[in-house]
């Protein structure tokens, strides 16, 4: 668990930090939400998501690698932590369940070759 609370943390001043990168802003009028594309200095994708017009988080946000692998994907309902967020590095896949902005469950796979197996 305190694993987990430190990639929530590292995923919130990540995106804290790229506050300062190079962006592109576009209000969606179908939606009402700002879409906003966050880049690395290397112009490569560093973060996709969406941001209420009260600026609160909301929807799929992805993170990205310097060269563009996925890192992050976490999901936020007008600001708060929901559902599945996945994170990526070279040997695991983390998956945390978030219920009521809040630590529901954690589980972890090795990655082999392809394919993900469960510890």
């Known amino acids: 668990m305190k694993k987990s609370i430190l ?3 590292a995923f919130l001043i990540a995106v804290v930090s790229y506050a300062q990168q190079e962006r592109d802003l576009k209000l969606n ?3 009402n939400l700002i879409e906003v594309v966050y880049y690395h200095d290397n112009g490569v994708v ?3 998501g969406a941001y209420t017009t009260d600026g609160k ?3 799929e946000w992805l993170s990205f690698d310097t060269e563009g692998k996925k890192q ?9 932590k929901v559902g599945k ?3 990526w590095n070279e040997t695991t896949l983390k998956e945390v369940d978030y ?12 990655v082999k070759a392809p394919v993900a197996v469960r510890n």
Request: charged share 15%; net charge negative.
């Open 29 to 31: 009028k179908d939606t």
């Open 85 to 87: 967020w996945f994170f």
């Open 57 to 59: 988080l909301q929807g």
């Open 46 to 48: 560093s973060q996709t």
């Open 99 to 110: 219920n009521n902005n809040a630590i529901a469950n954690i589980s972890e796979w090795e």
């Open 72 to 80: 992050v994907s976490a999901n936020y309902d007008n600001g708060k």
């Open 7 to 9: 990639f929530s943390i």
